[in-house]
């Protein structure tokens, strides 16, 4: 066997060791600065490895980081403090106004979750793992990968030699890497199997390329502020690989979000969650919205911001969802939240822990104080709480919806790519109950966010569209381009081969 390396990442006087059984130290150290080398001795335990890549999506579940920098920083979600609650030195606030900094918490940790993971996948590709385990690992190279590129744009990436810094793909190298990879890989990938998503396989790759293929005039225009081609070429890959993509819509909406939501035909790739206690981190997406009185308790923080709930059909059934189950349960329905809250059977009005009603109102402001503390904003559930076991629930959580990929085709034809919308929005349309969105540019952009929201693309068809910079209901002003990509964490710039970003 060779020798096998095992990668110290050294900062200042700090260590962050990243093994196959253990989390990377995202608390203290940035990735990719100086580094050494040392032997590590005996072999790889790739299948370990490959493990822990697929453990780490389960980070996307939680409220912080690459999920909330995808849909906080836009005009979807927002973390206002509430008196001595969820102030966190501003975090939330800062990126709710892209006021961050190259010190920001969650843009390290950001940063440290995703390259940990690519190191991950490396150890499974370089160790003669099985040829179907470096196929995977491949898979999820380049999902990490694409996070890398939508939110930093340079991309740290090593070859064999072990002892020299990180070199570093610029942002269009990176984005045309990565659709090589994916396109190598395409003939060795399984097909999805029926029932579970959670698997690399064909449909997710055709969904990546496809999304790649559609941001391409973004990740590779030469700056990050446009202006943007969008070819048609480009686009017409989008339509083929949307096309080659075997799927179809759930019948209902929320199928897809429910606890048993593997069965849901339109779900591409996932990350599998269980009852036996691995599957807690999901749960974020209650307790991060829920008062402390609700069933099931939350941490009365998170909300959405009226204008963008405003652009609902109140006949929308995305907007929430409720049966006798749910009601029974929890009281109140899932999805959107507004108005006077239930105990569990819908019958008995809830109260704040002041003896007042409990009544989530629009009107919300960055800080809050007053009456209105603990009810200020409309708060939501993605997914349809799993009764069976809140702490660990068996909802999977969805990342590739053949929904998004009909949208991304739609957008692609739209932007001059071959090919037909045909049914595409009036299909969606019915299954939500309201009147299909106009066929144009900006019909698309609207629907992706009623049909998409808090999914983690809001960010990225924000940007695509030029909305993201815009003065919006909580944030008054226009923001410096410099914004339309995260800052390269201070600590990793101890790589010389890493340059910050324009304007930080």
């Known amino acids: 066997m060779r020798n096998i390396k095992f990668i110290k990442f050294i900062v200042l006087s700090s260590f962050v060791f990243i093994s196959a059984t253990s989390c990377t130290n995202l608390d203290e150290e940035a990735l990719d600065g100086t580094i050494q080398s040392?032997?590590?001795?005996?072999?790889?335990?790739?299948?370990?490895?490959?493990?822990?890549?697929?453990?780490?999506?389960?980070?996307f579940q939680n409220q912080g980081n690459m999920f909330a920098f995808s849909e906080m920083s836009t005009d979807a979600l927002v973390g206002p403090t509430r008196g001595g609650d969820w102030d966190d030195n501003g975090a939330w606030r800062q990126m709710h106004t892209?006021?961050?900094?190259?010190?920001?918490?969650?843009?390290?940790?950001?940063?440290?979750?995703?390259?940990?993971?690519?190191?991950?996948?490396?150890?499974?590709?370089?160790?003669?793992?099985?040829?179907?385990?470096?196929?995977?690992?491949?898979?999820?190279?380049?999902?990490?990968?694409?996070?890398?590129?939508?939110?930093?744009?340079?991309?740290?990436y090593r070859g064999t030699d072990l002892k020299s810094d990180a070199k570093v793909y610029t942002r269009a190298e990176a984005t045309n890497y990565v659709i090589s990879e994916l396109e190598a890989i395409l003939p060795a990938l399984p097909a999805r199997v029926a029932g579970d998503a959670s698997v690399a396989n064909k449909d997710a790759a055709y969904f990546l390329l496809a999304k790649l293929y559609l941001n391409k005039g973004v990740f590779t225009a030469a700056s990050p502020q446009g202006p943007y081609t969008f070819s048609a070429a480009d686009m017409t890959k989008v339509v083929s690989y949307v096309d080659?993509?075997?799927?179809?819509?759930?019948?209902?909406?929320?199928?897809?979000?429910?606890?048993?939501?593997?069965?849901?035909?339109?779900?591409l790739f996932s990350s599998k969650n269980i009852r036996s206690g691995s599957g807690g981190g999901i749960q974020s997406r209650w307790r991060m919205c829920q008062h402390y009185n609700q069933t099931p308790g939350g941490w009365n923080g998170f909300a959405t911001v009226a204008e963008y709930y405003n652009r609902f059909n109140a006949a929308d059934s995305r907007l929430k969802y409720s049966d006798a189950g749910t009601v029974a349960a929890f009281g109140n329905p899932a999805g959107f939240q507004v108005g006077q809250q239930y105990a569990p059977g819908g019958v008995k009005p809830l109260?704040?822990?002041?003896?007042?009603?409990?009544?989530?109102?629009?009107?919300?402001?960055?800080?809050?104080?007053?009456?209105?503390?603990?009810?200020?904003?409309?708060?939501?559930?993605?997914?349809?709480?799993?009764?069976?076991?809140?702490?660990?629930?068996?909802?999977?959580?969805?990342?590739?919806?053949?929904?998004?990929?009909?949208?991304?085709?739609?957008?692609?034809?739209?932007?001059?790519?071959?090919?037909?919308?045909?049914?595409?929005?009036?299909?969606?349309?019915?299954?939500?109950?309201?009147?299909?969105?106009?066929?144009?540019?900006?019909?698309?952009?609207?629907?992706?966010?009623?049909?998409?929201?808090?999914?983690?693309?809001?960010?990225?068809?924000?940007?695509?569209?030029?909305?993201?910079?815009?003065a919006r209901e909580l944030k008054t002003n226009v923001s410096d381009p410099k914004y339309l990509l995260l800052p390269i964490p201070s600590a990793a710039l101890l790589n010389p081969n890493l340059k910050q970003n324009p304007g930080y």
């Open 38 to 59: 040392e032997d590590q001795g005996g072999t790889v335990d790739t299948g370990a490895f490959l493990a822990t890549a697929y453990n780490g999506l389960r980070e």
């Open 98 to 156: 892209l006021t961050w900094d190259p010190v920001h918490v969650h843009v390290r940790d950001t940063w440290n979750i995703l390259l940990s993971n690519v190191y991950n996948c490396n150890q499974v590709i370089n160790n003669n793992a099985s040829a179907s385990n470096i196929t995977q690992a491949r898979f999820l190279r380049a999902f990490y990968y694409y996070n890398v590129i939508d939110l930093f744009g340079q991309t740290p």
């Open 244 to 267: 080659a993509i075997s799927s179809s819509l759930a019948p209902a909406y929320w199928d897809n979000f429910k606890p048993n939501n593997n069965t849901s035909p339109e779900i």
């Open 351 to 470: 109260e704040d822990r002041n003896g007042r009603p409990l009544v989530f109102t629009p009107s919300v402001t960055m800080i809050t104080s007053g009456t209105t503390l603990e009810t200020a904003g409309i708060r939501a559930e993605k997914y349809v709480p799993d009764a069976v076991d809140l702490g660990a629930p068996e909802n999977d959580y969805v990342f590739f919806r053949y929904a998004d990929a009909l949208l991304m085709k739609a957008e692609a034809i739209t932007r001059g790519g071959s090919g037909s919308i045909g049914t595409i929005l009036t299909d969606l349309a019915t299954r939500a109950n309201v009147t299909p969105a106009p066929a144009t540019l900006e019909g698309i952009y609207a629907e992706r966010g009623r049909e998409l929201w808090w999914e983690g693309w809001r960010r990225n068809d924000m940007i695509r569209f030029g909305k993201y910079l815009g």
